[in-house]
């Protein structure tokens, strides 16, 4: 009788012998019975195994790329969520520039105004005035020529007249009205030229591009911000020979004026120097520069200068949209605008524009 493969070789190494015995038969059998019915249910087993971890190994390969689905999806929430945090500052960004840029254009508006009121009167006052000049220097030699006859009159008018000199100081009156006219002429000429300035500096008809002279508009808005820079720091300038920039000159003349005004209020109680250079960073590309003798910029507040509302003034002294407009202007013509700053030394703000805007048609 054959019995289980794994029974016979445990019954030939130990029991050889009991092999041939007739009275084992049952129990061998029972027993060879009983391998087959494990091996049966070991098999069984490996197989239910086999199974259960392919059903895992499948479900473990479905989860991994749910996981990865839903780590794409968080993913790309996020990216929308920074996208839309983007947009948002983007859009109060704009907005807070346009209320500035409104405001300024009111301001243009009504520099342009007081501009034209003043000039009127200043007009008839200096043409008066140069024609009281001439009236003036009529009457001296009016005198003159009395004076030249003075000894063909009598004793008692001689008298008279010399006591009349002596009283007026007729030299003194010789000498001093023409030096009264002509720095009434000069305060007139002042004011013919503030008053220009200020229309140059508004541009208030001059909202398209076109061709300007930056050197100008750097003038012009020199004298117009001269109250906040003449007690503080001497202005240098450093003009180099540069051809006409397309532009929108009022815009470009707020961001010489923001960078002016900084400067000044940098310098805070120590007297130093402002330097305005003006020159050629390539055939192509002009560059205006603002430096200061002031305090500077610390390392920790440069990457955040232009960002609006970041100022390091005080409460009250700045609004922190200056440089973030200026930014946004030079941006808008195709330039660039750095700053290089030295706490202790001073600070240099650069702007690099390109002389023809692209896609912009010259007049």
Not at 18 to 23: H, L, S, T
Not at 54 to 75: D, F, K, P, S, Y
Not at 166 to 186: A, C, H, N
Request: net charge negative.
């Amino acid at each position: 009788m054959s019995y289980h493969k794994l029974l016979e070789r445990q019954l030939r190494r130990h029991l050889p012998d009991a092999v041939k015995a007739d009275g084992l038969a049952p129990l061998l059998a029972a027993i060879s019975d009983a391998y087959g019915d494990a091996d049966a249910d070991r098999s069984a087993i490996e197989r239910s195994l086999d199974l259960m971890s392919t059903e895992l190994t499948e479900r473990n390969a479905q989860l991994q790329v749910e996981l990865l689905e839903r780590h794409a999806v968080e993913q790309a929430l996020l990216q929308e969520q920074s996208e839309q945090q983007a947009l948002i500052q983007k859009l109060e960004e704009a907005h807070h520039q346009l209320l500035q840029a409104e405001k300024m254009a009111s301001i243009g508006q009504l520099a342009a105004g007081v501009a034209h009121e003043i000039n009127n009167p200043i007009g008839f006052v200096g043409s008066n005035i140069g024609t009281l000049r001439g009236y003036v220097q009529d009457l001296l030699d009016l005198i003159a020529a009395y004076e030249s006859h003075e000894a063909e009159l009598n004793e008692s008018t001689c008298q008279h007249m010399s006591g009349l000199r002596t009283r007026i100081d007729l030299p003194y009156l010789r000498q001093d009205i023409p030096k009264l006219v002509g720095e009434s002429i000069d305060g007139i000429e002042r004011v013919r030229k503030i008053v220009q300035d200020l229309k140059d500096f508004s541009h208030v008809d001059e909202a398209q591009w076109q061709w300007a002279d930056l050197r100008s508009g750097l003038d012009s808005t020199l004298n117009i911000v001269q109250n906040e820079i003449k007690y503080v720091a001497a202005v240098v300038k450093q003009y180099g020979d540069i051809p006409n920039v397309e532009c929108m000159p009022s815009q470009l003349n707020q961001v010489f004026m923001n960078l002016l005004v900084n400067a000044a209020h940098a310098m805070h109680e120590r007297h130093g120097k402002i330097t305005v250079t003006v020159g050629m960073a390539s055939p192509e590309i002009v560059f205006v520069e603002v430096a200061d003798e002031g305090h500077g910029i610390a390392s920790e507040n440069l990457k955040r200068i232009f960002d609006p509302f970041f100022t390091t003034k005080a409460v009250g002294k700045g609004t922190g949209l200056g440089l973030s407009l200026s930014y946004g202007i030079v941006k808008k013509h195709h330039g660039k605008i750095t700053v290089a700053s030295q706490p202790g030394v001073g600070t240099a703000f650069r702007i690099v524009l390109p002389i023809c805007q692209p896609n912009q048609s010259p007049d």
